[in-house]
């Protein structure tokens, strides 16, 4: 009706793997009656933008399953985004509020992340601290090992995440370790006493042995 169309479809090249293509239509119509006289459409292959939308939308796919908490942060310490992981481990509902940095990280890491953070990953793309978050909801913290990561668009300009690994299991793991040794070193200052007061007891009842003997051979001879 309006005289354009675009359409977006697929055609099978002829080694047999698939292009998309995307064909603009224009009608040309008689300048009095306003007829259609012919249809000018120009194609070009898009199938590069296509496997890039695609693979953006699978990177997306993946940031949202990721059991890892990630968040997309600005220098400010503003968040602008938080994966479903990132949610429940700050004891957040799984949608509404967005809370700045200063809510989950202690004052310290903050400090660490503007002096030294922004600068790290913006010259390496990478920069990484172990600490603890600080849930929302009152639940105990969270020790985690965050990696800020920089990102560069095509026109130069920066964005970050974050990406926390959940260190829960690690610092289990190392307090049943810590156990486990206590209890070694328990069990060996036990056998070292055992072995002590055996010596002990043997010491002394040698001479308690040779008094009796002693005793024994008086007493035959009176």
């Not at 799984?94 to 809510?103: H, N």
């Not at 060996?188 to 005793?215: D, F, K, W």
């Amino acid at each position: 009706l309006d005289g354009y169309h675009t359409m977006t479809y697929r055609i099978r090249h002829q080694t047999g793997h698939y292009l998309w293509f995307e064909t603009a239509s224009r009608a040309i119509r008689e300048t009095y009656t306003g007829a259609v006289v012919e249809v000018v459409s120009v194609s070009r292959d898009i199938t590069a933008r296509i496997e890039a939308e695609e693979n953006k939308r699978r990177l997306a796919d993946v940031v949202e399953a990721n059991p890892d908490p990630v968040l997309f942060i600005d220098p400010t310490g503003g968040v602008s985004y938080l994966n479903p992981a990132a949610r429940r481990i700050l004891g957040l509902a799984p949608t509404g509020l967005m809370p700045d940095l200063e809510a989950f990280l202690n004052p310290k890491d903050l400090e660490q992340l503007k002096s030294l953070g922004w600068r790290s990953a913006d010259l390496s793309g990478l920069w990484s601290i172990e600490t603890r978050l600080l849930p929302l909801n009152g639940t105990p913290s969270v020790p985690v090992q965050l990696l800020l990561l920089a990102h560069r668009s095509m026109t130069g300009e920066r964005f970050f995440s974050l990406v926390a690994r959940d260190m829960r299991e690690r610092e289990l793991r190392e307090a049943q370790q810590r156990h486990h040794q206590d209890e070694m070193a328990h069990t060996a200052r036990l056998i070292t006493l055992g072995e002590l007061a055996s010596g002990i007891a043997h010491e002394i009842n040698q001479p308690l042995a040779a008094v009796v003997n002693y005793a024994n051979a008086s007493q035959r001879y009176l």
